[in-house]
Every structure is written in structure tokens, then in C-alpha cells.
């Protein structure tokens, strides 16, 4: 991690002894400077690389076969992502399928494939899903239209990544706020878990600490590298760890108002979280007036009901400071799709997650106020 150290990736090639990379690459960034830098050290090494590009948000099952017979074509040994989630976790399911076979829907679940897949340098480009360290990836079936969550926890991270800030000076200032939101919510729900445990708890905070600090002067300004390295870390860390602990509501209910409405996964929980976050106080005060100080709160000596009022108080004003819409019906939402919603979340299965017990009535509820 640091300014720069995008640098060591030719370091990592000759490791693998590699002659032929396969990269998958955000399309807006092949003409950058940033890939330029790259690409100059590779070829100046005598690398063979072949690049992929067309990756669409919520990447198909598709695109992964196309990404994997380009990769089978050119013969390569080791992968390379730059991106946001999504080209990693297109690199992350070509990298299986190179070493396992089959199609992708094969791996759908828990620890579905034992051998490791094509090993994978990651830079991520957005400080958000956190899929460089991360056990998952998620890629959709179009013609079933649903999501396959791909996990392992243990073959399913990148073998490296690198966080480099100079990677997101790209980034709009939109999609950094919604993508950070993204990497706020992980840390949240992780910590807050039914699931969490003493280590998990104390890597969240930290990435409460790094993202609540940090994600204002990074969507003010891409080019503040210090920020950036804060977040990329912070995003890292709630990466870590919301694979052990699951999530909760937020993501939930966002998996329902992204697909419905058709805006972004970071957009989505973005505009639900302060409806869940005050929902959920109830259940576990304690943690709530902790992630408050985190947030730079001045709760000392407070009671805990009112530390903990002040996360949810600091949480809203983070959505107004970063400009996330205030309302459900604000990214395109109608009346007619909440009970819709609401017995879908029922059905979800979160609440082996999330910290207060959630009924379809509840729900209901929930998508009502956030409406």
C-alpha cells in the first residue's frame, strides 16, 4: 500500500515468472496515465499482456465467459485486475474456471471449488467493495435474473493487492461518495452482527475510524492522495471482514431497491442506511456509542442511549455532507414496489445477520419511512 506502489507489480510478475498476463481493466481507464505507467513497465519487461474491457456494472455470466475464453486464448498464467468490483470479480471468476472447468454457475455457494484459481493481482480502482480481499465474488445470471454469490474464503481473495491512491484520482466525485458509502455500510454491519466476534470487531472500527475520517476530503478531492490511501485501507479492512460476520438489513433491503430501480449497490445501501441504522439501535447500544466515537462524536461521559443516538445523528449527516439522496422515491422507488420489497427481505434470510429480529411488517415499515 502507498503512493506508488502500483510500481511493484512488475516485481510481482517476474515472480510468478510470467510471460503471458491477462488483465482485466475498466474501459475508461485503458487511455489513463495511471494504466500508461503500467503498461510501459510491462512491456519494457518483454510481457506478453492481453487486456479485457467490456465489464458491465453487475457483471453477467456472460461476460465472464467471454472474459475466460480471452484469457484461455492467450495462454495466460497469471491475472491482473484494475477496477472497481466488478473487474475483480470478473478476474476472480475466469481465474476459477481456468484451473476448475465448468461454467461459472457451478461455483454458485459456499466452498464449491477446492483447486486455487489463476493467481490475481488486484488494484482496486474505487475505495468501496473491498472485493481485493475479500472471499467473494458476484456475478448475475441474467436468464434466472439473480445474483450468484461465489465464496471461499480462502482461495477466493486476490493472492495480491495493492492500494494505491494514485488508482482512484479518476474517480467521479458521485461514485466516490456512493462507492465509500459501500465500504462505510461493510464496516457497520459487520460490526453490529449477530456473527462479530472480538477480532472482527476490533478491524471494523479501525475501518470506521479510516472511512469516517477520511471519505469527505476524498469526494471533495480525488487528488488528495492521503485521503485516498484512507479509504483504500479503510475499505480493505470492512473487506476483511464482512465475509466472516455476514451483513444486515441495509444490504438487504438495498439489493431489492438497487435492482428495482436500477441505480448502483453503493447508491442503494447509501439511501437506506439511515433508516436501518436507527432501526437497530436498539438492539446493541453499546456497539452504536462506540461506532459514534469512532466517527469523531464527542460522547464521553454521555449516557449510552445518547452516545448512541449520536452515531445514527452522525451517520445522517454523512449522507447530507456526501449529498445521497434523502429518499427512496428520490432514486425512482414507487409505493407500488415496497410490499413487493418487504416480503422479499422477509424471505432473504438476514436476520441470522442483522442485530434486531426484522419482520415482513417491519420491513414494510422500514421501506416506509425510507420512502
Same mark, same amino acid.
Given at each position: ?5 502500483h510500481?511493484q507489480?512488475?516485481?510481482?510478475v517476474r515472480?510468478?515468472d510470467?510471460q503471458?498476463l ?10 489513463s496515465?495511471?494504466?500508461?505507467s503500467i503498461?510501459?513497465q510491462?512491456?519494457?519487461?518483454g510481457?506478453q499482456?492481453?487486456e479485457?474491457?467490456?465489464i458491465?456494472?453487475d457483471?453477467s455470466?456472460h461476460t465472464?465467459?467471454r472474459?475466460?475464453d480471452?484469457c484461455?486464448?492467450?495462454?495466460a498464467?497469471?491475472?491482473?485486475a484494475i477496477?472497481?468490483?466488478?473487474t475483480?470479480?470478473?478476474?476472480k ?12 454457475h ?6 464449491k471449488?477446492?483447486t486455487?484459481?489463476l493467481p490475481?493481482?488486484?488494484v482496486?480502482?474505487?475505495a468501496?467493495?473491498?472485493s481485493?480481499?475479500?472471499g467473494?465474488c458476484?456475478?448475475?445470471d441474467?436468464e434466472a435474473?439473480r445474483k450468484m454469490?461465489?465464496r471461499?474464503? $480462502?482461495? #477466493? !481473495?486476490a493472492?495480491? &493487492?495493492?492500494?494505491d491512491?494514485?488508482a482512484?484520482r479518476t /474517480?467521479p ?6 462507492s465509500g458509502i459501500?465500504a ?7 460490526y ?11 478491524i471494523n472500527?479501525?475501518a ?7 471519505i469527505?476530503q476524498?469526494?471533495a478531492?480525488r487528488e488528495?492522495l ?8 479503510g475499505?480493505?479492512?470492512a ?8 451483513l444486515g438489513?441495509?444490504?438487504c ?5 438497487g435492482?428495482?430501480c436500477h ?7 447509501a439511501v437506506c442506511?439511515p433508516?436501518v441504522a436507527?432501526?437497530n439501535? $436498539?438492539a #446493541? !447500544?453499546?456497539?452504536? &456509542?462506540?461506532?459514534?466515537?469512532a466517527?469523531?462524536?464527542? /460522547? ?6 445518547d452516545?448512541?443516538d449520536?452515531?445514527v445523528?452522525?451517520?445522517e ?5 456526501l449529498?445521497?439522496?434523502p429518499r427512496l422515491?428520490?432514486v425512482?422507488?414507487?409505493q407500488e414496489?415496497l410490499?413487493?420489497?418487504?416480503g422479499l427481505?422477509a ?7 442483522n442485530p434486531r429480529?426484522t419482520?415482513r411488517a ?6 416506509e419511512?425510507?420512502?
Amino acid at each position: 500500500m502507498g503512493v506508488g506502489s502500483h510500481s511493484q507489480i512488475l516485481d510481482l510478475v517476474r515472480k510468478h515468472d510470467c510471460q503471458r498476463l491477462f488483465v482485466t481493466i475498466d474501459a475508461a481507464l485503458l487511455d489513463s496515465a495511471f494504466y500508461a505507467s503500467i503498461k510501459s513497465q510491462l512491456d519494457a519487461a518483454g510481457v506478453q499482456v492481453a487486456e479485457y474491457s467490456d465489464i458491465e456494472p453487475d457483471p453477467s455470466a456472460h461476460t465472464v465467459t467471454r472474459a475466460f475464453d480471452a484469457c484461455r486464448d492467450h495462454n495466460a498464467t497469471l491475472l491482473l485486475a484494475i477496477g472497481g468490483g466488478s473487474t475483480m470479480d470478473v478476474a476472480k471468476a475466469v481465474g476459477i474456471l481456468a484451473t476448475n472447468g465448468g461454467r461459472i454457475h457451478d461455483y454458485e455457494g459456499i466452498e464449491k471449488f477446492s483447486t486455487p484459481g489463476l493467481p490475481l493481482i488486484a488494484v482496486p480502482t474505487t475505495a468501496g467493495t473491498g472485493s481485493e480481499v475479500s472471499g467473494s465474488c458476484v456475478i448475475t445470471d441474467t436468464e434466472a435474473n439473480r445474483k450468484m454469490s461465489i465464496r471461499h474464503a $480462502a482461495l #477466493n !481473495p486476490a493472492a495480491y &493487492a495493492i492500494l494505491d491512491p494514485l488508482a482512484l484520482r479518476t /474517480v467521479p466525485a458521485h461514485v466516490a461518495a456512493h462507492s465509500g458509502i459501500d465500504a462505510f455500510v461493510h464496516a457497520f454491519e459487520s460490526y453490529i452482527s449477530r456473527q462479530s466476534n472480538l477480532i472482527t470487531d476490533a478491524i471494523n472500527l479501525q475501518a470506521l475510524t479510516l472511512i469516517a475520517a477520511n471519505i469527505r476530503q476524498f469526494v471533495a478531492n480525488r487528488e488528495n492522495l492521503e485521503a485516498g490511501l484512507g479509504m483504500l485501507c479503510g475499505s480493505a479492512l470492512a473487506g476483511i471482514t464482512f465475509g466472516q460476520t455476514g451483513l444486515g438489513n441495509v444490504h438487504c433491503m438495498a439489493r431489492f431497491v438497487g435492482a428495482g430501480c436500477h441505480v448502483s449497490h453503493g447508491l442503494s445501501n447509501a439511501v437506506c442506511l439511515p433508516v436501518v441504522a436507527r432501526f437497530n439501535l $436498539a438492539a #446493541n !447500544p453499546a456497539k452504536f &456509542a462506540r461506532i459514534a466515537a469512532a466517527m469523531g462524536r464527542p /460522547v464521553q461521559g454521555l449516557p449510552e442511549l445518547d452516545a448512541a443516538d449520536e452515531a445514527v445523528e452522525a451517520i445522517e449527516a454523512l449522507c447530507r455532507d456526501l449529498d445521497i439522496p434523502p429518499r427512496l422515491r428520490d432514486v425512482g422507488a414507487t409505493q407500488e414496489m415496497l410490499d413487493e420489497w418487504a416480503g422479499l427481505c422477509a424471505d432473504a434470510g438476514y436476520n441470522r445477520w442483522n442485530p434486531r429480529h426484522t419482520s415482513r411488517a417491519d420491513f414494510r415499515a422500514l421501506f416506509e419511512r425510507a420512502y
